[in-house]
């Protein structure tokens, strides 16, 4: 395929000349990396002296986020995102997304479609990667010649992209009508019908005068009629085996989905891996239940919204009667989180497609914010619906706790019934910046008390206590006596033969 084709070298220097940008940051991933010169000379001989441009590799944190906070390093006034993306919507710098044109053998996966629309007795949502969205058109018109004789009363719904740019979240509109904006249009209620009146095939199901209700996931919208459900359908995944397909798994967990592999050319329709993630998460979830410190990892500096459902998380823990401290430190890994032993468990706030970090190696099970919410709050009950993005959990949603907290917890984990332990009085959980530091150098100095209580993990109520049971608790201890102790010469020579030995 063409480069600049690929690459979109003529909309990306119309975004940015109709905008009147003069600092640019060029978003590339570690896979086209190598492509980030060519891509950087060609927008530069098509704009000139006037514009700089600059190019930013290894992300602060996931590569499908637009990093804001590398591109305010050089004071850009946009972002270039070249790539698979998440398409979360950003807080401060518009962003214009290059996806990419990966190849796909359009005759071969709409036989594959067809096939499925002959063999199931459902109506058929497709979706698909961000990269394919360049064939949408092609396959449409392929599956309407293969479908123009066709006597089945099932029919096709195509997802549509929901954008290729997003101003930040400042603006007028919401970050639910940015997902659903489209060059300047927040409405896409417009059923798409061909020549030959073939109206089983569709790309948006739903016209003005009837009521919908849309959806969106990865940055693709589809509306569906009111009173028709996603378990009715069959999802028809045409992508790798990525994050973002993860998440259509997990969050139509009741729908019936196959894939199309657009590499290998062949549809796929076991997907055990995926479920099994949902019985992990599951299994998270009462784990979490039982910790008693809690750790909020900070995974993104850019998402909009992020600062909201952090607060919310803290508000959450600390009616739960347990202690939290938040964490920023780029992308978490074992080494990382290992510097943090007294954490229970960790809840990770990041975008949906980096929300499900694989924590089996780790000392503490990393959860995301909808699992929280499952976890701390007292007779919620998990009804098989999963929410990825955070953005979709509202303050309503995370303030429903229910008020008998009186009464002992069973814990699948420890296989009884357990008490919670009751927020703690004197607004000991109000933080400060200085607030753990007091309390780990007040535990510390105390002297001659047992702490059995807390000599294993899960048992302290915050972080000085569990520093207090530590046998090894630093260098800088205090002893009874004020007087430095005095020197001890020590042997000299060999350790082999030592001058005062025989």
């Known amino acids: 395929m063409d480069f600049e084709a690929n690459y979109e070298i003529s909309r990306t220097v119309d975004f940015i000349r109709t905008r009147n940008f003069t600092k640019v940051a060029l978003q590339f991933p570690d896979e086209l990396l190598k492509d980030s010169t060519r891509v950087a000379k060609a927008l530069r001989s098509e704009l000139g002296k006037g514009v700089r441009l600059y190019v930013m590799a290894d992300t602060a944190y996931g590569s499908c986020c637009v990093d804001e906070i590398g591109a305010s390093h050089v004071d850009a006034d946009c972002v270039v995102h070249y790539g698979h993306a998440c398409m979360s919507p950003t807080s401060t710098l518009p962003a214009l997304f290059v996806f990419g044109k990966a190849s796909i053998d359009v005759n071969a996966c709409a036989e594959s479609l067809r096939h499925c629309l002959s063999?199931?007795?459902?109506?058929?949502?497709?979706?698909?990667?961000?990269?394919?969205?360049?064939?949408?058109?092609?396959?449409?018109?392929v599956m309407a010649e293969l479908l123009q004789f066709s006597v089945s009363n099932s029919s096709v719904h195509f997802a549509e992209v929901a954008c290729s740019s997003i101003n930040p979240s400042g603006d007028k509109m919401t970050e639910k009508e940015q997902l659903y904006s489209h060059n300047g249009v927040s409405d896409i209620e417009e059923v798409h019908k061909y020549a030959n009146g073939n109206?089983?095939?569709?790309?948006?199901?739903?016209?003005?005068?009837?009521?919908?209700?849309?959806?969106?996931?990865?940055?693709?919208i589809w509306n569906m009629p009111v009173g028709h459900k996603m378990e009715d359908y069959l999802l028809?995944?045409?992508g790798s085996e990525n994050p973002a397909f993860t998440n259509v798994v997990l969050t139509f967990n009741n729908c019936e989905i196959v894939r199309y592999d657009a590499e290998q050319s062949n549809l796929l329709k076991d997907f055990a891996?995926?479920?099994?993630?949902?019985?992990?998460?599951?299994?998270?979830?009462?784990?979490?239940?039982?910790?008693?410190?809690?750790?909020?990892?900070?995974?993104?500096?850019?998402?909009?919204?992020?600062?909201?459902?952090?607060?919310?998380?803290?508000?959450?823990?600390?009616?739960?009667?347990?202690?939290?401290?938040?964490?920023?430190?780029?992308?978490?890994?074992?080494?990382?989180?290992?510097?943090?032993?007294?954490?229970?468990?960790?809840?990770?706030?990041?975008?949906?497609?980096?929300?499900?970090?694989?924590?089996k190696e780790f000392l503490a099970p990393v959860i995301t914010p909808f699992e929280a919410v499952l976890a701390f709050s007292r007779g919620s009950k998990w009804t098989g619906k999963y929410v990825i993005n955070f953005q979709d959990l509202?303050?309503?949603?995370?303030?429903?706790?229910?008020?008998?907290?009186?009464?002992?917890?069973f814990s699948f984990i420890q296989g009884g019934y357990v008490e919670d332990i009751q927020p703690l009085e004197n607004g000991e959980h109000k933080e400060s910046s200085l607030a753990l530091a007091e309390a780990t150098e007040k535990a510390l100095n105390l002297k001659n008390q047992c702490t059995d209580s807390v000599l294993f993990k899960g048992k302290a109520r915050f972080g000085a206590e569990f520093f207090a049971a530590r046998s090894f608790q630093g260098l800088n201890?205090?002893?009874?006596?004020?007087?430095?102790?005095s020197y001890v010469i020590g042997r000299t020579g060999k350790a082999s033969a030592y001058e005062d030995e025989k």
């Open 236 to 238: 028809f995944w045409i």
């Open 394 to 409: 509202t303050a309503s949603t995370t303030s429903e706790v229910v008020n008998d907290t009186e009464e002992a917890r």
């Open 477 to 485: 201890m205090q002893y009874e006596n004020p007087l430095p102790q």
């Open 273 to 359: 891996y995926q479920r099994r993630i949902l019985k992990r998460r599951y299994y998270l979830v009462e784990k979490a239940k039982d910790a008693n410190i809690v750790g909020i990892l900070v995974g993104t500096l850019g998402v909009a919204g992020y600062l909201r459902i952090i607060q919310q998380m803290k508000e959450l823990i600390e009616r739960a009667g347990k202690k939290s401290y938040t964490l920023v430190m780029g992308r978490p890994n074992s080494a990382k989180l290992a510097n943090f032993p007294e954490c229970d468990v960790f809840v990770y706030v990041s975008c949906a497609q980096t929300a499900l970090l694989d924590s």
């Open 119 to 141: 063999t199931a007795s459902k109506h058929i949502v497709v979706l698909y990667g961000l990269e394919y969205a360049h064939a949408l058109e092609n396959l449409k018109t």
């Open 199 to 220: 109206s089983s095939l569709i790309s948006v199901d739903c016209n003005k005068l009837e009521p919908c209700t849309k959806y969106s996931l990865g940055g693709l």
